[in-house]
């Protein structure tokens, strides 16, 4: 463990070794904010996106912390679209707390790297982007676990030699997404509200 981290070489140990952190249980406490404020239907999740992406940045001060279960029915006065916006703002207030301590110790992200998940869907990238200040890469968006699988069946069956082999040789689906720096000065002061409101030092 580094600075509470997870550090591996991935498969790569003569070379750049990396380390990550995650957001325990964030997808199963987003999930039950919108199946109590925005739908419980099987494409809950596209119309989580939808009103999302309606709603201007900052929700209308509007502020969730996923990570706090909600008891109360205070939300219930905000509009869907800004509830669902707030949402995604409030998970990626918390991700920029923890890019913020290793930048206390030294280190610096430069760039962010988003698969799977919400890496395809509209507005969650941006707003990851857009509040870390820094380029946002998605590399092989929802399919990156199968594109994963492929590699390595593909080692076994000698068809790569190894990790970088595969990679030269497989075309990846890349997009890359730069910070709006006017958008980014605003969430900074909506992110210290977002801190003020939850007691974060």
Not at 16 to 36: C, E, Q
Not at 137 to 143: A, E, P, S
Not at 168 to 183: A, D, F, G, M, Y
Request: hydrophobic share 40%.
């Amino acid at each position: 463990m580094v600075q509470g981290m997870l550090a591996d070489p991935f498969l790569m140990p003569d070379g750049p070794w990396g380390a990550m952190f995650s957001l325990p249980s964030i997808a199963t406490d987003v999930d039950r904010y919108i199946r109590k404020y925005i739908s419980d239907s099987p494409n809950r999740y596209r119309e989580f996106d939808k009103l999302a992406s309606l709603a201007k940045p900052g929700a209308r001060d509007v502020f969730i912390n996923p990570l706090c279960k909600d008891e109360s029915d205070r939300l219930k006065r905000f509009a869907s679209m800004d509830i669902a916006r707030a949402l995604m703002e409030g998970t990626v207030y918390l991700l920029k707390m923890n890019v913020d301590k290793l930048a206390k110790t030294g280190i610096n992200a430069l760039t962010a790297t988003i698969a799977g998940g919400p890496s395809e869907t509209h507005p969650w990238p941006k707003i990851i982007c857009d509040i870390l200040g820094i380029p946002l890469l998605t590399v092989n968006g929802t399919y990156a676990g199968a594109v994963g699988a492929a590699i390595m069946a593909g080692i076994g069956t000698e068809s790569f030699s190894d990790v970088q082999e595969a990679q030269k040789i497989l075309q990846t689906n890349n997009v890359l997404r730069e910070p709006n720096k006017s958008r980014h000065e605003e969430y900074l002061k909506l992110y210290e509200k977002f801190k003020r409101s939850y007691l974060v030092d």
